[in-house]
């Protein structure tokens, strides 16, 4: 009975701490000599299109300029990159079956006092997974430099401060990507 309990403890806390993970990838144009650039501006002509709410806009582009400058960049009206960025989400939904048959008290589905049985049951999840893709154009050639995406459990839109603390989250883990080391 205690390993049934413990493990489930176990699943809960990978199951949680996968929610709370941001899977990032990135890619670049090798040709591209990164060093190169030193200023940034926003491409406000695609930010516009992007399908979330103009709050969510704002705390992305906060959190990419504050990145950005960190990494000693300047903003600029004549910049050496354009910063863009797009969204996408869906629901996610896991359905976790969980049998077992066993030795069992009655009162866990068991015959008898301590009767042989089996137990089951049912777990349904659903969550909202986003992808946050952060593009770095080349501002002179018009050009595709480099691009980071990050996917993961978006958090939920009634905590303010939690959906503050995971735009940030998913701006960092992707920007820490950027630039793109050396092979």
């Not at 501002?139 to 996917?151: D, R």
Request: net charge positive; proline share 3%.
């Amino acid at each position: 009975m205690k390993y049934v309990k413990l493990l489930s403890v176990v699943v809960v806390l990978f199951l949680v701490s996968s929610c709370a993970t941001v899977r990032v990838s990135s890619d670049y144009d090798r040709e591209v000599d990164f060093s190169q650039y030193k200023t940034f501006a926003f491409y406000k002509k695609g930010i516009d299109k992007v399908d979330i709410s103009d709050l969510d806009k704002r705390r992305i582009l906060r959190a990419v300029e504050a990145d950005l400058l960190a990494k000693g960049f300047t903003k600029s009206e004549n910049p050496d990159l354009l910063v863009n960025i797009f969204t996408k989400s869906r629901e996610k939904i896991d359905v976790y079956n969980n049998n077992y048959n066993g030795w069992y008290p009655w009162y866990y589905g068991g015959f008898g006092p301590y009767g042989f049985g089996m137990g089951a049951y049912n777990n349904v999840t659903r969550s909202t997974e986003g992808t946050l893709f952060i593009d770095l154009i080349d501002a002179n050639k018009k050009e595709l430099a480099w691009q980071g995406m990050g996917t993961g459990a978006l958090a939920s839109s009634n905590d303010i401060s939690k959906k503050e603390a995971r735009i940030k989250e998913f701006v960092t883990e992707i920007m820490a990507k950027y630039p793109p080391m050396a092979e």
